[in-house]
């Protein structure tokens, strides 16, 4: 199978292939003016329901959109009418590299971004270093329990957002601060502690749009050449 062609201007629905067989990806234009960047946005635990239509992913891509980059979203595989079936984390590294690799050969131009909700933040950090991106978001990343190492995780050598509800009932919060102190990062990921938020953001979503919105504004890459003004 070959892979489509990256649609200009447009939302599509794609079947790229992955590692072992078909992955299910949607596409979405960024508003104008567009940004020389494309965001690959990865989904939470499939075997907990996570895939690419959750809430807070769609909210996290819709914030991207809004501020002018492209937004790729994936199933990982054995979710959806992808392919195979889940791999505790070692093939959902796999998927994203294949989703990158296409990424970059479609829009060799633009800046690759990372983002991630819960194990799919888990994903693109554990991927972040080798893929080289201009940006990582990382929203209620899984630093205790669920049996995701972060120990082995280098951090980003990027500008990172990191955005954690204070009231997670799945997340740690008080273990995420304390894996991202002990970095001891001569430069910090800015990080976003949202009070009264669950993991899910329930009621919070237009707050998390925000956060992003906000958090990436220093970070934007210059418009495309030809970008319409909104």
């Given at each position: 199978m070959s892979n489509p062609a990256f649609p200009n201007d447009a939302t599509a629905t794609?079947?790229?292939q992955g590692p072992v067989g078909a992955l299910e990806t949607i596409v979405e234009a960024a508003e104008a003016p567009a940004r020389e960047a494309v965001a690959i946005v990865c989904h939470p635990l499939p075997t907990d329901g996570?895939?690419?239509h959750n809430k807070v992913v769609t909210m996290a891509a819709r914030a991207l959109r809004e501020s002018g980059i492209a937004t790729v979203r994936f199933n990982f595989r054995g979710t959806g009418?992808?392919?195979?079936?889940f791999d505790q984390g070692r093939g959902e590294a796999d998927d994203l590299r294949a989703v990158a690799a296409w990424v970059r050969e479609q829009r060799p131009r633009a800046r690759l971004w990372l983002a991630g909700f819960s194990f799919g933040s888990y994903i693109t950090l554990k991927c972040a270093n080798e893929l080289h991106p201009g940006m990582v978001i990382s929203i209620a990343p899984p630093a205790a329990g669920r049996n995701?190492?972060?120990s082995t995780i280098a951090p980003p050598q990027c500008p990172w957002l990191v955005i954690q509800g204070e009231e997670d009932e799945i997340v740690d919060p008080q273990a995420v601060y304390a894996w991202i102190d002990g970095l001891k990062l001569e430069t910090p990921p800015t990080l976003v502690k949202m009070p009264e938020t669950s993991h899910f953001f329930h009621r919070r979503l237009m707050d998390l749009r925000g956060a992003i919105k906000n958090g990436i504004k220093p970070h934007l890459p210059p418009e495309a050449e030809g970008?319409?003004?909104?």
């Open positions: 794609l079947t790229l996570g895939t690419m009418a992808s392919e195979g079936s995701w190492d972060f970008a319409a003004s909104a």
